[in-house]
């Protein structure tokens, strides 16, 4: 039978379309970050002359080696183990600061090294301040004024390489120009998108995942870290939110970092902070907002004389392109991203042993990543960090697919006015994509895949050998990512249309970043569940999660069966990427999750450990 020419036109017409939407976007990416312009570096152009702001003061982090790294990851092994007699026997930060400081010849060495700036000894890493005149002279390097075309937000960093003394790993701080992020958020019109794309609330929270009514324990804490350009939120909003959805009044119990500025509210922030008390509402919220990227934020978390006990980072980028922050990828602070990677995830290890569960956003442009949205140079899939460490809980996003049930809301917006009868509560979950083979559509493609730095660790090695192995999830070219890495994400949990209160309007957000704050806020529950018990907090989940999972066979989980990651936030021009299965995979990890049945599960192997150790709680 023959193939008809119509057809073979059509199919040469759209590949010759998508050749060229590709060709359109990667000149636009040239244009973008190449510019006319040779002083304009990934959308920030130099505008002031130096001897403007040369006595000004700036901030940063100084990296150096830390002792005993084979102990800190054979303590965190124990204590994070469930079946372990040391199980949830944290340190204090004095412990691990002393476990792991660089020697004071060392870091005295150091300090001279870096005078006349102004440095605190932070283990094993210096917070530092100088002037603008002073980091010149000591690096060896010119500053610039750089501002943003788009936000005009202003910063002070250099583009060139820092000349770093001997015993120095990198130095953040100096160099970084933070990409704006982008914003998936839009007013909702209840004309528009009423019985077609339902609102996602704490009540859907509630229903698909099994929680109960249980609010949270005061006794625990839970927070959103925020970084430079989304780090500000408005009470007013949080409390609009929590009266539109039925909830107690919502509140902040404590900022940290940077002042919050609610006339600057951001979308990002927002979002966190009203779906981290939208889930655990009467559990006390920080917003811990960092004045630079990961290291400083785990650095910080270390030092701190408290600090909550989960944190929700709704934040990840390129791993290979780490070193220079979260938009400039070049090395110029002294690093490689593998060094940078490798350093700041051994500060994870330092969290996780302080008690501390890092929950963070496995991205939002699939397999390929934001750096590589249209993949027309190279078909190799790219890991955002810190998504593939394997010592923070990687969340993936899924979506309802039609039909979508809406009976059973209970929140105010959900049963009275425009909005009513349009609050999701039951449907199919599939992985969240940019893709038109599910209806409705998601704004963002879940990211995930394998880590090029850090190893498979043991907690998740049988289920993901199971997946490469046996299943037809992973593509068949080994070529294009690193088998033997972390997997990620570990978990998902929806992550299209969310419903926010921002600016005194109701909005619709999309991204892993609505399931992060999700994800935090059920492990401030189980949290609060132990509390009520007399029990630590879970730490680092991972290890426990991953129990949970094969000791309930998977049933303490929805598997997600349906879709893949291997569009991006832009389309779907990238033909590769990691498909859903049954069991885990590396679009959704294990699943959503069942909250009854987990915490029936981590009952089950407490009372197990305590009876086997002669243990009382």
Same mark, same amino acid.
């Given at each position: 039978m023959g193939f008809p020419v119509r057809n073979l036109t059509k199919i040469l017409q759209q590949k010759m379309a998508r050749t060229m939407r590709a060709i359109l976007a990667a000149l636009c990416i040239a244009w973008c970050c190449d510019g006319v312009d040779a002083d304009v570096v990934n959308g920030w152009k130099q505008v002031a002359a130096r001897s403007e702001f040369r006595n000004e003061q700036?901030?940063?982090?100084?990296?150096?080696?830390?002792?005993?790294?084979?102990?800190?990851?054979?303590?965190?092994?124990?204590i994070s183990d469930p079946d372990h007699e040391s199980y949830g026997q944290f340190l204090s930060a004095a412990e691990v600061i002393a476990l792991t400081a660089t020697d004071a010849k060392t870091v005295l060495k150091v300090k001279n090294a870096l005078a006349p700036a102004t440095c605190k000894n932070a283990g094993d890493s210096l917070k530092c301040t100088a002037t603008v005149r002073e980091i010149e002279q000591v690096f060896k390097c010119e500053m610039s004024v750089f501002e943003h075309t788009i936000t005009n937000k202003r910063v002070i960093r250099t583009v060139e390489s820092l000349s770093l003394p001997d015993d120095v790993i990198f130095v953040s701080g100096l160099t970084e120009l933070f990409e704006p992020r982008q914003d998936f958020f839009r007013e909702y019109s209840a004309d528009v998108d009423a019985k077609v794309d339902p609102m996602v609330v704490p009540d859907t929270i509630r229903s698909l995942y099994n929680i109960s009514t249980f609010l949270g324990h005061p006794n625990?804490?839970?927070?959103?870290?925020?970084?430079?350009?989304?780090?500000?939120?408005?009470?007013?909003?949080?409390?609009?939110? $929590?009266?539109?959805?039925?909830?107690?009044?919502?509140?902040?119990?404590?900022?940290?970092?940077? @002042? *919050?500025? #609610?006339? %600057?509210?951001?979308?990002?922030?927002?979002?966190?902070?009203?779906?981290?008390k939208g889930v655990a509402p009467t559990v006390p919220a920080?917003?811990?907002?960092?004045?630079?990227?990961?290291?400083?934020?785990?650095?910080?978390?270390?030092?701190?004389?408290?600090?909550?006990?989960?944190?929700?980072?709704?934040?990840?980028?390129?791993?290979?392109?780490?070193?220079?922050?979260?938009?400039?990828?070049?090395?110029?602070?002294?690093?490689?991203?593998?060094?940078?990677?490798?350093?700041?995830?051994?500060?994870?290890?330092?969290?996780?042993?302080?008690?501390?569960?890092?929950?963070?956003?496995?991205?939002?442009? $699939?397999?390929h990543g934001r750096t590589d949205k249209v993949c027309l140079f190279n078909a190799k899939?790219? @890991? *955002?960090? #810190?998504? %593939?460490?394997?010592?923070?809980?990687?969340?993936?996003?899924?979506?309802?697919?039609?039909?979508?049930?809406?009976?059973?809301?209970?929140?105010?917006?959900?049963?009275?006015?425009?909005?009513?009868?349009?609050c999701a509560m039951s449907g199919t979950e599939v992985v969240a994509s940019t893709s038109l083979k599910f209806s409705p559509r998601a704004r963002i493609t879940s990211g995930g895949g394998f880590s090029d730095v850090a190893a498979r660790?043991?907690?998740q090695a049988a289920v993901v050998s199971n997946y490469l192995q046996n299943t037809s999830g992973a593509p068949k070219n080994t070529n294009l990512f690193n088998v033997n890495g972390r997997g990620y994400p570990d978990v998902s949990a929806l992550s299209h249309n969310y419903y926010i209160e921002i600016g005194g309007k109701h909005g619709s957000v999309d991204g892993t970043s609505a399931a992060t704050p999700v994800l935090a806020g059920l492990v401030a529950l189980i949290n609060s569940q132990r509390a009520l018990q007399g029990r630590p907090a879970v730490g680092f989940v991972n290890p426990l999660l991953?129990?949970?999972?094969?000791?309930?066979?998977?049933?303490?989980?929805?598997?997600?069966?349906?879709?893949?990651?291997?569009?991006?936030?832009?389309?779907?021009?990238?033909?590769?990427?990691?498909?859903?299965?049954?069991?885990?995979?590396?679009?959704?990890?294990?699943?959503?999750p069942n909250l009854g049945r987990i915490l029936k599960a981590i009952e089950e192997i407490d009372v197990r450990r305590e009876q086997r150790y002669n243990l009382r709680v």
């Open positions: 700036l901030s940063f982090a100084v990296a150096l080696h830390p002792q005993n790294t084979d102990v800190v990851e054979e303590k965190l092994a124990r625990t804490t839970s927070s959103v870290a925020e970084f430079p350009g989304s780090n500000n939120e408005s009470p007013a909003d949080l409390l609009s939110f $929590g009266n539109y959805t039925g909830l107690p009044q919502l509140t902040i119990a404590k900022h940290v970092g940077p @002042p *919050n500025d #609610p006339q %600057a509210d951001s979308t990002e922030a927002t979002l966190d902070i009203q779906y981290v920080w917003v811990w907002n960092s004045d630079n990227w990961m290291f400083e934020l785990a650095r910080d978390l270390i030092n701190a004389t408290a600090r909550p006990a989960v944190v929700s980072v709704s934040y990840a980028w390129n791993e290979a392109k780490q070193c220079g922050g979260i938009a400039n990828g070049q090395c110029t602070g002294g690093e490689s991203s593998a060094q940078y990677v490798n350093r700041t995830n051994f500060e994870f290890q330092k969290v996780g042993l302080l008690g501390t569960t890092v929950v963070v956003a496995s991205g939002d442009s $699939g397999a899939m790219h @890991p *955002n960090f #810190p998504a %593939a460490s394997p010592y923070v809980l990687s969340v993936g996003g899924t979506q309802l697919v039609s039909p979508i049930g809406t009976a059973g809301a209970t929140s105010p917006i959900c049963t009275s006015g425009e909005f009513a009868n349009n660790p043991a907690y991953y129990k949970v999972y094969d000791m309930t066979q998977g049933k303490a989980f929805q598997d997600i069966t349906e879709g893949s990651n291997d569009c991006t936030e832009s389309g779907c021009e990238c033909k590769t990427g990691f498909a859903a299965t049954q069991g885990w995979d590396a679009a959704t990890g294990l699943g959503t």
